[in-house]
T-cell receptor
């Protein structure tokens, strides 16, 4: 069974500093997708970044980047130059195929990040 | 593109009443998912549809829960009768089949059953 583990329930970081959120997963599949979602107090689920397992290059989106270690089944999120607006719950998610072309998420339990002024 | 639209945003109801949550997916997306989020259980997949057909409802907690998708642009999640333990945020999400680019979530419905 696929599982996603986020071992840090809460974290805090000073504004403008860098923070890394960890995520590990378990799967026997070789081709899959991994995601980080952000859920601010507004509760909207916002896609932050996406990684395809067959791509060795780590994905980046502006201040957000990942460290994808396929052999270790690790998928951490790095937020550089943290901003107050980054305060949110962050969910790591593994996308598993259900049938041809359809996928469903397995979510981690989330990490609550607070950016301090 | 207006995104995935859910209504209502908040719902407060009394125990035993019927509750209907609504979702309009993004036009052209042919997969639709209903999730429930609670502090205790996190995000749980309740049911999903492909091309308006329910594929897997194994996440639906009880017979009190039912979901329909009468057409490509509308889905409902109904709870009858509602109970306090159903209090949660319910999310609808849609995606394009075969893309694997992730879902687009609606803004959720916060349900409170008193």
């Amino acid at each position: 069974a696929q599982t996603v583990t986020q071992s840090q329930p809460e974290m805090s970081v000073q504004e403008a500093e860098t923070v890394t959120l960890s995520c590990t997963y378990d799967t026997s599949e070789s081709n899959y997708y991994l995601f980080w979602y952000k859920q601010p107090p507004s509760r909207q689920m916002i896609l932050v970044i996406r990684q395809e397992a067959y791509k060795q290059q780590n994905a980046t989106e502006n201040r957000f980047s990942v460290n994808f270690q396929k052999a270790a089944k690790s998928f951490s999120l790095k937020i550089s130059d943290s901003q107050l607006g980054d305060t949110a719950m962050y969910f790591c998610a593994f996308m598993k195929p259900i049938d041809s072309g359809t996928y469903k998420y397995i979510f981690g339990t989330g990490t609550r990040l607070k950016v301090l002024a | 593109d207006a995104g995935v639209i859910q209504s209502p945003r908040h719902e407060v109801t009394e125990m035993g009443q019927e509750v209907t949550l609504r979702c309009k997916p993004i036009s052209g997306h042919n997969s639709l998912f209903w999730y429930r989020q609670t502090m205790m259980r996190g995000l749980e997949l309740l049911i999903y549809f492909n091309n308006n057909v329910p594929i897997d409802d194994s996440g639906m907690p009880e017979d009190r829960f039912s979901a329909k998708m009468p057409n490509a642009s509308f889905s409902t999640l109904k709870i009858q009768p509602s109970e306090p333990r159903d209090s949660a945020v319910y999310f609808c999400a849609s995606s394009s089949r075969g893309r694997g680019y992730g879902y687009t979530f609606g803004s959720g419905t916060r349900l409170t059953v008193v």
